[in-house]
């Protein structure tokens, strides 16, 4: 496996998924972005508390110390900590620098060590690809929950219905 092609490649899938999510949360007021369906659904800013808290807690000393860090209290990921949406955006963003300097400092000369996630050995590669399912499963959360708020008013992130068509002809297909 080429790591240098494998790490370009996740870190773009990041990238794309962190965008997608974004792209979601800016069609949304305030109060969208804070709101939940029932007791036993997650707002989005729930949702994003979440996977900054696991970002901080996976990607913080990533390649030396386990991905679940002592001083990470998941269970307060899911209470209504952030109020506004200032301080739910740099959640967000911190989540996010710290993985993208993680990966940053992993090479050629590292990649072949073994990471551990709650005392569970895991490869770089499968260390890495758990952490994308995990943050595109919720982003698709994001995304479902910010496209039920919004219904005729939101603004599609890919292929919008009934746009197939078009989208294929400007790809030459």
Request: aromatic share 12%; glycine share 4%.
């Amino acid at each position: 496996m080429n790591t240098s092609h494998y790490l370009q490649s996740v870190i773009s899938i990041f990238n794309q998924y962190k965008t997608t999510a974004e792209k979601a949360m800016v069609q949304l007021s305030d109060e969208e972005l804070f709101w939940c369906a029932n007791e036993e659904s997650n707002s989005i800013a729930i949702i994003v508390n979440h996977l900054a808290g696991n970002m901080r807690s996976r990607w913080t000393d990533f390649l030396h110390s386990d991905g679940e860090k002592s001083w990470r209290n998941r269970e307060l990921e899911f209470e209504p900590i952030t109020t506004n949406r200032t301080d739910l955006l740099a959640n967000w963003e911190s989540g996010w620098d710290c993985l993208f300097f993680a990966l940053d400092q992993v090479n050629e000369d590292n990649f072949n060590t073994i990471i551990f996630i709650r005392n569970e050995p895991h490869s770089i590669t499968e260390a890495i690809n758990r952490q994308v399912a995990h943050y595109t499963f919720h982003i698709g959360q994001i995304v479902w929950i910010a496209k039920m708020l919004k219904n005729s008013a939101w603004v599609s992130l890919s292929i919008p219905k009934g746009g197939s068509s078009d989208f294929n002809k400007a790809k030459g297909i």
